[in-house]
């Protein structure tokens, strides 16, 4: 059975009613007073009894704590008749009780405390009713429904002065028992029941009764709606427009009378009062209660009489009832009852909301106690709960500087998880696992982000260290002290250096990685990262003294990627005195394969013509050639000096003068010298050095012919062929091989000479077949220029001629200007006799020919 | 009696009924809609239960009446206004068959009620536990029969009339949707006829007298820049 609805209270004891009836001296009578009908309204309480008495008390009511607690006072007692009371309605309005007593109504005046004479009495009246919903009656008079043992009802206004006749009306059958709902009355006749519209006296049937087996009764729940005893003892709600809007309530058999306690139905019969949910149809309560007689409703209280005294059924505390509820898990059945309490107490929605939440918010921790997280979550939810006090519930999450409290009063009644767990393992890590969901699932309030995020960080780090970093850096708000503890008791360095980068505590967080790559610790979510992650961040953190001192770091490690760090910073653009290339330069000289790269970078990939960077690369060149010397690597010479060489001849930029200071003190660098020579426009001395020193005949051939490629006239060129060539001949005195190389170099088509000069240079006694190709060359050359030339003083004679010729046509040809000639652009007529004539021949404005 | 939280404090849309004498299997085909679940131990309705059921954007008040006699008087009460009702017989039971012409015709609305004759238990009859006692064709004469009204009216309209099972919820979904959709789609022409009216007035009214201008769909919406 669900939590209970009512407490029985007594409100009138036997013994006292027994001594106001009797007075204080009478003996005990023989027979027995009992009541038989009662009713109350405000304070009043009206009794009858079975010998004739109606009795006034006034019914004081005191809340303490803990209960209500109910004194009576006697107000009068009054003896009407012989027989037993049927039945009395007080009506305030009227100052009248009307009372039944032996198919005989009659009025007793409340202010004279005696049977009203003025009065007519209604005999052979089966049963009546007071309107129970006064809309659309008279404001002051009061509706009475007498059900007479004929088979009509009739119909009546009351007021203090008079009752007025409004209506009879006939029924099919003799009424038992009559209830009215504004103008409806619903009567049950001897087999069915009736609705009658008193304005229209249209008759709609609802449903027909055993009168044998079942015990009619009529009770008006709510406006327009009734509750019947239906067969098979079962309650039967009935609209006035004769359909139900609810499904039945099986009652107990027997049951007699009833009482509407909004949502609740109270019913009594021979052995219990028993209270029903109307809102789903359920037993709510049942109560022992012997020798039952009647039960009244007035406002929120149900008083039940039994022949011997009368009882008040007080209503739980709704919140006692919710808790109750919430604890056999009838969450809507809690809800729906706090819906209902509050809209009867007149609250605002807002305060309802507020007592919704709670409600929701207490389901929700009940559910958790049971593992049944689904519900707990969406109850949690809906409820609006404070996050923190479901992260408080789990020991440890909750950071010593937060400034949450749990909510007064308490929401739950558990210590912590643990409670909930005892200790099972298994258990407290699906409730840990349900935090971790329902957290990440509920958007927090500004007040509660700090311990959410806190209580997430604690959780992440010891169980999910993935999404770590997710949450530290999605602004991430929480407890300092417990995020720097908790990181690091699980060793979550690269999350906490993340951290303090957050918290532009770079200086920290660079230490923790400088740490981590240097593995004096280890977090094996930084492993994949490394060292290009920490390069990355080291690159893009504004502050140049921080790069300054945690560079070295990197660069130790993997020069390239250290040096990537100042290249990336300077193709970015970020303009930094402290890192301008030049400190960068200085900076990097004790790292000089970082050096290298980064003037390499500087002077070939990002093309910075400025000679210190061309001649200090020049001499890092230079400088890694010397160590690799030092070190004998051939192959690795080999490469430098490629690198050097192609550097030297590329590069406009670098001092050459610098580069040859250097190169000349070391006889094995005299090719890089030769090119230095090249590159001052010391042909001759590169020659020398190249011929004389090197002997390297192809490296001076080709010398010559790439410098004569810079070289504007012939002459020059000539005189530089002729520098080489003076080189061979005065070797080839006392080399007869020379002849060849000065042969070849003769027949070298690239090569440039002056035939007669040369012819003045060879020795005389060389054949003349060794110059015979170059000799016919030379002719042949010389006639081809000769020829080439008249062509061209030939063709340019004819221009001469054509251009004449033009002028001269031109010249003779005149222009003859009209009143009606157009303009040939804006073909508007000429007005002054200024005109321009185009080169194509059109004649126009002068101003259209501007345009 | 079912447990069941709802009540129509709002008036449902549509009312549906379901007659048929005891047993034929009135509450499990209810089950079998509302729960999608078979429970082969139901006990006997008590004068009515009650469910509510959101279709589109109505809400179907659906009542399982008792088929036991003593509760014959309350049937009554319970089918009135039904907009349309669930005449239950028993596949294998050619008596529960008879009792929908004799006994429970005549609680219904006469007009304006679709009455849809439904065969239960046809697993019973698939299976060979229990000998068929009704022809479908039977059936669907009665069926044709007792709706004249309703097929006169509106020439393409199916007869209503279905063969379920509850236990393996054959026809049952079908039965719901072929009702709903002969009761509310007639429903919703009205409505739509109905709030177009209503919005034309308002409009009127509105623009007349108060400078604020009325908010109804049939105001074109205007585009922002
Ligand atoms: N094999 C089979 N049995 C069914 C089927 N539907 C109902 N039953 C059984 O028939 C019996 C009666 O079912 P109910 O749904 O309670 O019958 P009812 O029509 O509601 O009966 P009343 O409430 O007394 O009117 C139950 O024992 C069910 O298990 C069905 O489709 N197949
Ligand atoms: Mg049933």
Redesign the interface.
């Known amino acids: 059975m669900s939590s209970k609805a009512f407490d029985l209270v007594s409100t009138l004891e036997r013994s006292i009613l027994l001594a106001d009836i009797r007075g204080k001296h009478a003996l005990p009578s023989a027979n027995p007073v009992d009541i038989v009908c009662f009713d109350c309204c405000t304070k009043n309480l009206f009794i009858g009894t079975t010998n004739g008495f109606i009795i006034h008390y006034i019914i004081d009511e005191r809340k303490t704590a803990e209960r209500v607690i109910f004194k009576s006072h006697l107000q009068g007692k009054k003896a009407v008749a012989k027989k037993p009371l049927q039945l009395v309605k007080y009506v305030p309005t009227a100052d009248q009780v009307i009372i039944l007593v032996d198919g005989t109504i009659c009025v007793f005046d409340t202010t004279r405390f005696d049977l009203s004479p003025s009065h007519e009495r209604f005999k052979n009246v089966q049963t009546f009713c007071v309107n129970e919903n006064k809309e659309g009656g008279s404001p002051f008079g009061q509706q009475v429904c007498i059900a007479s043992r004929k088979r009509h009802i009739q119909l009546y206004n009351i007021t203090a002065e008079k009752w007025i006749h409004i209506r009879d009306i006939g029924l099919p059958e003799l009424p038992r028992i009559v209830s009215m709902d504004s103008s409806t009355v619903c009567v049950a006749l001897q087999t069915k029941y009736v609705c009658v519209n008193v304005e229209t006296s249209k008759l709609t049937e609802l449903f027909a009764y055993d009168n044998e087996a079942d015990t009619p009764f009529v009770k008006r729940v709510a406006p327009g709606e009734f509750f019947l005893g239906g067969p098979s003892d079962l309650g039967i709600f009935a609209t006035v427009s004769g359909v139900s809007q609810r499904p039945p309530i099986q009652l107990k058999s027997g049951t007699f009378s009833l009482a509407f306690s909004s949502p609740y139905i109270v019913s009594l019969n021979s052995e219990f009062v028993v209270v029903y949910n109307a809102l789903n149809q359920q037993q709510k309560q049942a109560l022992q209660f012997q020798r039952g007689v009647s039960l009244q409703e007035q406002s929120d209280r149900v008083f039940v009489a039994s022949a011997q005294d009368i009882y008040a059924l007080v209503p739980v505390p709704w919140q006692k009832q919710v808790d109750g509820l919430l604890l056999e898990h009838k969450v809507e059945e809690a809800l729906k009852l706090a819906e209902v309490s509050y809209r009867n107490s007149g609250l605002s929605q807002s305060q309802f909301n507020e007592i919704n939440n709670v409600i929701l918010q207490k389901a929700g921790f009940i559910e958790f106690s049971l593992y049944n997280f689904d519900e707990a979550g969406q109850y949690l939810k809906t409820g609006g709960v404070d996050l923190r006090e479901v992260i408080s519930l789990f020991p440890g999450l909750l950071s010593v500087d937060s400034q949450f409290t749990r909510s007064r009063p308490p929401l739950h009644d558990f210590a912590d998880v643990n409670q909930i767990t005892k200790g099972n393992l298994e258990k407290s890590e699906d409730c840990t696992a349900w935090l971790v969901r329902f957290l990440e699932s509920v958007r927090c309030k500004m007040s509660e982000k700090k311990d959410v995020h806190t209580a997430l960080m604690k959780l992440y780090a010891e169980k999910r260290p993935s999404d770590l970093l997710r949450l530290l850096q999605s602004g991430y708000q929480g407890h300092h002290s417990d995020t720097v503890d908790t990181l690091q008791t699980f060793g979550r360095f690269h999350a906490l250096a993340v951290y303090y980068q957050q918290a532009r505590e770079l200086d920290k967080s660079f230490t923790i990685w400088s740490r981590l790559v240097n593995k004096e610790i280890e977090d094996e979510s930084f492993d994949p990262l490394g060292l290009s992650y920490f390069s990355d961040v080291l690159c893009k953190t504004t502050d140049a003294t921080l790069l300054l001192n945690y560079a070295p770091v990197v660069l130790e490690k993997d020069p390239v990627i250290g040096a990537q760090m100042f290249t990336k910073r300077f193709d970015s653009g970020i303009q930094d005195k402290r890192l301008n290339p030049e400190s960068t330069i200085e900076f990097l000289t004790r790292f000089p394969e970082a050096l290298t790269y980064y003037l390499e970078h500087l002077v070939l990939s990002a093309n910075q013509q400025v000679e210190s960077f061309h001649s200090h690369l020049a001499m890092v060149y230079l400088d890694n050639l010397f160590s690799a010397k030092q070190l004998n690597n051939k192959v690795l010479i080999e490469s430098l000096r490629k690198k050097l060489q192609s550097f030297l001849r590329q590069s406009d930029k670098y001092s050459v003068s610098l580069i040859l200071g250097r190169v000349e003190r070391d006889d094995w660098l005299l090719p890089e010298a030769a090119i230095l020579h090249g590159k001052a426009g010391n042909d001759s001395a590169a020659l020398e050095i190249l011929v004389n020193e090197l002997k390297d005949y192809k490296g001076a051939e080709s010398f010559c012919v790439n410098q004569s490629a810079n070289k504007t006239t012939t002459i020059e060129r000539q005189r530089l062929f002729e520098t080489l060539l003076h080189l061979y001949l005065s070797k080839s005195k006392d080399n007869e091989r020379m002849r060849v190389y000065v042969i070849d170099l003769l027949n070298n088509p690239k090569a440039v000479f002056n035939a007669a000069k040369v012819a003045e240079l060879i020795p005389d006694d060389w054949s003349i077949a060794l110059l015979s190709k170059f000799m016919l060359n030379s002719v042949r050359s010389s006639l081809h220029d000769g020829r080439q030339a008249r062509i061209a003083s030939q063709l340019a004679y004819w221009d001469y001629f054509l251009a004449n010729k033009d002028y001269l046509s031109l010249r003779s040809t005149t222009i003859s200007l009209t009143d009606n000639k157009r303009c040939e652009s804006c073909h508007q007529l000429f007005k002054e006799s200024a005109f321009v004539r185009q080169a194509d021949g059109r004649v126009v404005h002068i101003s259209c020919a501007k345009t | 009696?079912?447990?069941?939280?709802q009540?129509?404090?709002k008036k449902a849309d549509l009312k549906v009924v379901l007659v048929g004498s005891a047993d034929v299997g009135k509450t499990c085909f209810i089950t079998r809609y509302i729960n999608d679940s078979f429970d082969a131990n139901t006990a006997n309705t008590?004068?009515?239960?009650?469910f509510l059921k959101q279709w589109g954007p109505y809400n179907v008040a659906i009542?399982d009446t008792a088929g036991e006699e003593?509760?014959a008087?309350?049937s009554?009460?319970?089918c009135?206004?039904a907009g349309a009702a669930i005449m239950a017989y028993q596949i294998s039971d050619r008596h529960s068959f008879e009792e929908l012409r004799s006994r429970f015709l005549s609680l219904l609305p006469e007009s304006n009620c679709l009455k849809m004759v439904v065969g239960t238990k046809l697993d019973l009859v698939v299976s060979g536990e229990e000998k068929r006692a009704v022809h479908p064709q039977e059936a669907r004469q009665f069926s044709v029969d007792i709706n004249s009204e309703l097929l006169s009216q509106s020439g393409n309209v199916s007869i209503p009339f279905f063969e379920t099972s509850s236990k393996t919820g054959e026809g049952v979904a079908e039965t719901f949707e072929s009702i709903f959709e002969k009761c509310l789609s007639t429903l919703s022409d009205h409505y739509r006829i109905k709030k177009l009216r209503d919005s034309i007035q308002l409009h009127d009214e509105v623009s007349n007298d108060s400078p604020i201008p009325p908010k109804t769909e049939t105001r074109p919406k205007k585009s922002c820049c």
């Open positions: 009696m079912a447990e069941n939280q009540t129509t404090k008590i004068g009515a239960s009650f009542w003593r509760f008087g309350l009554t009460f319970y009135r206004d």
